[in-house]
């Protein structure tokens, strides 16, 4: 017996078009596939700088001075054109939007899926809220909330062990394809 290690099976000419295909309609899935097979890292756009800003307080007519988290990419014009009420005050970073088509129905539909949020809110009566925290959108209005450092480090944790899974399907789904496509 040889304990030499086989290379894994090379894709035929249709497979790679599928994959061209699959790649320049969800060129984002792609990339994530591509970082995922390579250990790099997405990248991601340079955080904006902090903005500085007045608003009037609408409970109390003072005005104050509120100074946005880093990245922040709301825009507050409303806050400062008319009074508002502290606790509506807010910040937030969107991550990147991924796409799949979902087959909810009987016929596949794009949803948005793993949406990302940075956000701060720093009158919030809920105290977790007013540290910077981050929000999941698993999928269109399906949300994961108020995640902390190590809340969300589980659920990377969590996600990376069913990419695993996905990887020792995706080599079983291409071993099964390769015998069953190969049979006479």
């Known amino acids: 017996m040889s304990n030499t290690v086989s290379n894994p099976v090379k894709p035929s000419d249709e497979e790679q078009a599928v994959r061209r295909s699959v790649d320049a309609q969800f060129p984002l899935v792609a990339q994530l596939v591509a970082s995922g097979r390579q250990g790099a ?25 509120f100074t946005c988290m880093v990245g922040c990419t ?3 014009a409303s806050d400062v054109a008319s009074p508002t009420f502290r606790q509506d005050i807010w910040c937030q970073a969107a991550g990147p939007e991924m796409w799949l088509p979902i ?7 794009e949803f948005r899926v793993l ?3 940075l956000n ?8 977790s809220e007013r540290l910077p925290h981050v929000d999941i959108e698993f999928i269109d209005d399906h949300w994961v909330e108020n995640l902390d450092p190590d809340g969300l480090a589980t659920v990377i944790r969590t996600l990376a062990e069913r990419v695993e899974s996905l990887k020792v399907a995706h080599a079983q789904l ?11």
Do not use: C, S
Not at 41 to 64: G, I, K, V, Y
């Open 41 to 65: 890292p997405l990248p991601m756009a340079p955080p904006a700088a902090p903005r500085t800003w007045t608003f009037t307080d609408r409970d109390t007519d003072e005005q104050m001075t």
């Open 74 to 76: 709301l825009n507050h």
């Open 103 to 109: 087959n909810t129905d009987g016929k596949p539909e």
């Open 115 to 117: 949406g990302i949020t």
């Open 120 to 127: 701060v809110r720093p009158w919030d009566r809920k105290l």
């Open 174 to 184: 291409v071993a099964v394809r390769a015998e069953y496509m190969g049979r006479k």
